[in-house]
């Protein structure tokens, strides 16, 4: 353990030390900086959908878990379930370019794990 006199010497020459200043950003180097542009395709539209889709149903599948609700619960997933299943075919056969691998491999998994209600 450190000696109490040097950690209050140390502790005193820190506070005697003149604080770090900011420098303010330079106003023409701000105006030149663009704001980063999102470029929204319908893939990406796409993709968001389905990704929050598959959220959903695995929020109501953890909410399940606790089993006070159930039932409604129940109703709720299967609801989540045709919700992202309806995506997922508008996805493979609709007229989009590629999705990233990750993703469809992401989905194909998900999908094969869910146990359709019916």
Request: glycine share 2%; net charge negative.
């Given at each position: 353990m450190p000696?109490?006199?040097y950690m209050k010497?140390?502790?005193r020459r820190l506070k005697e030390r003149p604080g770090w200043a900011f420098k303010?950003?330079?106003?023409?180097?701000?105006?030149?900086?663009?704001?980063?542009?999102?470029?929204?395709?319908?893939?990406?539209?796409m993709q968001n959908k389905i990704e929050k889709a598959m959220k959903k149903?695995?929020?109501?599948?953890?909410?399940?878990?606790?089993?006070?609700n159930y039932l409604s619960l129940y109703y709720d997933l299967k609801k989540a379930q045709?919700?992202?299943l309806q995506l997922v075919d508008e996805m493979e056969?609709?007229?989009?370019?590629?999705f990233p691998d990750s993703f469809v491999k992401r989905v194909n998994n998900f999908k094969s794990g869910l146990r359709i209600i019916r």
């Open positions: 000696d109490p006199e010497e140390r502790l303010p950003l330079d106003k023409e180097f701000l105006n030149k900086m663009e704001p980063s542009k999102v470029i929204k395709t319908p893939e990406t539209e149903v695995e929020d109501i599948r953890n909410k399940m878990k606790d089993a006070s045709d919700e992202f056969n609709g007229n989009f370019l590629d």
